[in-house]
């Protein structure tokens, strides 16, 4: 357990910070499982749309530093790319 003042305060900080972060990957998550379900239903107006609106939550949080930058870099450009290629069949 935790002596000092500071050491007490750094154990509520990470608590909090915890469960914020922990709602913002799940939001992230939700995000994206719409846009998968859009793209399983095989429609690109409504993958799009989807992705338009999962697009601004997935980039906050990789600026929190809740994600990695680059990992949701990736998983932008795997989803766009999906949509585009649904397209074309």
Same mark, same amino acid.
Request: charged share 30%.
């Given at each position: 357990?935790?002596?000092?003042?500071?050491?007490?305060?750094?154990?509520?900080?990470?608590?909090?910070?915890?469960?914020?972060?922990?709602?913002? +990957?799940?939001?992230?998550?939700?995000?994206?499982? +719409?846009?998968?379900?859009?793209?399983?239903?095989?429609? +690109?107006?409504?993958?799009?749309?989807?992705?338009?609106?999962?697009?601004?939550?997935?980039?906050?949080?990789?600026?929190?530093?809740?994600?990695?930058?680059?990992?949701?870099?990736?998983?932008?450009?795997?989803?766009? +790319?999906?949509?585009?290629?649904?397209?074309?069949?």
């Amino acid at each position: 357990m935790a002596n000092t003042a500071s050491a007490r305060k750094r154990i509520r900080q990470t608590a909090r910070r915890t469960q914020s972060n922990g709602a913002r +990957k799940s939001r992230v998550r939700t995000f994206v499982k +719409k846009v998968e379900a859009a793209l399983a239903g095989q429609d +690109k107006a409504a993958a799009q749309e989807a992705l338009r609106a999962a697009q601004p939550e997935m980039q906050r949080a990789a600026g929190k530093g809740v994600m990695h930058k680059n990992a949701i870099a990736r998983k932008l450009s795997r989803l766009n +790319k999906r949509i585009k290629a649904l397209a074309q069949t």
